[in-house]
């Protein structure tokens, strides 16, 4: 319904503000220190929304769960459009408040001082994949079916926010960490900052998300038997994360 669309606005809002946030203390502003800030936040956001919209919060996931057939092609459009929505309000927000937008993305360059080489952007796009598979395997496997996991409880909150984190904090110095197509574009996009290479962290998670989606399906067919069975505690809006298993 209305209220889990504009949950995904609200949402990725929450994720893009304080996250990017994190990165508005100039040198203060550690990998530890961001990596804190988006798992601690999005951990936040997926227990007050869990339940309305699924908190997806990023493109990629709702396209892993649309190829995963856990909700549908309009919905995940929907969500699409507000996520949009979300992601570019919150860095002009940060640009109103701050006089810049805090939390673009880049490749890592050379520092020849530290002999730490520069990212390629090859390099930058199986980094920013394999971060993004990591989060839709984890979020797949919270809306498997046959798991017993109910919504307002914290471990997938807990458990999607210690993903992000880790994440964070290996990408971070690497890539500056998307995984999420609205988070590595739009503050760059509002920032005018939009890089040559920008193009992977677009692709990466999509491509990403797309294997998650389909490999993962894979796996738990294979491992349960009968797969989609009808399990109560799971319809409709009872499943976290992907609330509105069945199609609008």
Same mark, same amino acid.
């Given at each position: 319904?209305?209220?889990?669309?504009?949950?995904?606005? @609200?949402?990725?809002?929450?994720?893009?503000?304080?996250?990017?946030?994190?990165?508005?203390?100039?040198?203060?502003?550690?990998?530890?220190?961001?990596?804190?800030?988006?798992?601690?936040? #999005?951990?936040?956001? !997926? =227990?007050?929304?869990?339940? !309305?919209?699924?908190?997806?919060?990023?493109?990629?996931?709702?396209?892993?769960?649309?190829?995963? /057939?856990?909700?549908?092609?309009?919905?995940?459009?929907?969500?699409?459009?507000?996520?949009?929505?979300?992601?570019?309000?919150?860095?002009?927000?940060?640009?109103?408040?701050?006089? +810049?937008?805090?939390?673009?993305?880049?490749?890592? +360059?050379?520092?020849?001082?530290?002999?730490?080489?520069? #990212? /390629?952007?090859? /390099?930058?796009?199986?980094? +920013?994949?394999?971060?993004?598979?990591?989060?839709?395997?984890?979020?797949?496997?919270?809306?498997?079916?046959?798991?017993?996991?109910?919504?307002?409880?914290?471990?997938?909150?807990?458990?999607? @926010?210690?993903?992000?984190?880790?994440?964070?904090? !290996?990408?971070?110095?690497?890539?500056?960490?998307?995984?999420?197509?609205?988070?590595?574009?739009?503050?760059?996009?509002?920032?005018?900052?939009? =890089?040559?290479?920008?193009?992977?962290?677009?692709?990466?998670?999509?491509?990403?998300?797309?294997?998650?989606?389909?490999?993962?399906?894979? #796996?738990?067919?294979? =491992?349960?038997?009968?797969?989609?069975?009808?399990?109560?505690? =799971?319809?409709?809006?009872?499943? #976290?994360?992907?609330?509105?298993?069945?199609?609008?």
């Amino acid at each position: 319904g209305s209220s889990g669309i504009n949950a995904e606005y @609200g949402g990725t809002f929450s994720l893009v503000f304080w996250g990017c946030g994190a990165a508005a203390h100039g040198s203060d502003s550690t990998p530890t220190h961001i990596a804190f800030a988006f798992g601690f936040g #999005i951990a936040t956001a !997926v =227990h007050m929304f869990s339940d !309305v919209s699924g908190a997806h919060f990023n493109p990629a996931v709702s396209l892993a769960l649309f190829v995963a /057939q856990k909700i549908s092609f309009v919905r995940c459009l929907l969500y699409w459009i507000m996520q949009i929505l979300g992601g570019t309000v919150a860095p002009a927000l940060w640009y109103l408040l701050n006089g +810049e937008i805090p939390g673009t993305v880049s490749l890592r +360059e050379d520092h020849f001082a530290t002999k730490v080489d520069a #990212i /390629q952007p090859w /390099q930058g796009l199986l980094l +920013e994949m394999l971060g993004t598979l990591m989060l839709v395997y984890l979020i797949l496997a919270a809306t498997n079916v046959h798991r017993d996991m109910n919504v307002g409880s914290y471990d997938v909150p807990l458990a999607v @926010g210690i993903c992000i984190f880790v994440i964070h904090l !290996v990408l971070v110095p690497m890539t500056g960490c998307g995984i999420n197509p609205i988070r590595g574009l739009m503050p760059n996009v509002i920032a005018d900052e939009v =890089h040559s290479y920008h193009w992977i962290y677009v692709v990466g998670p999509f491509i990403a998300s797309i294997l998650g989606g389909i490999t993962y399906e894979l #796996i738990v067919a294979t =491992h349960y038997k009968p797969w989609r069975t009808h399990d109560k505690r =799971h319809d409709g809006n009872n499943i #976290i994360l992907a609330n509105n298993v069945a199609h609008d």
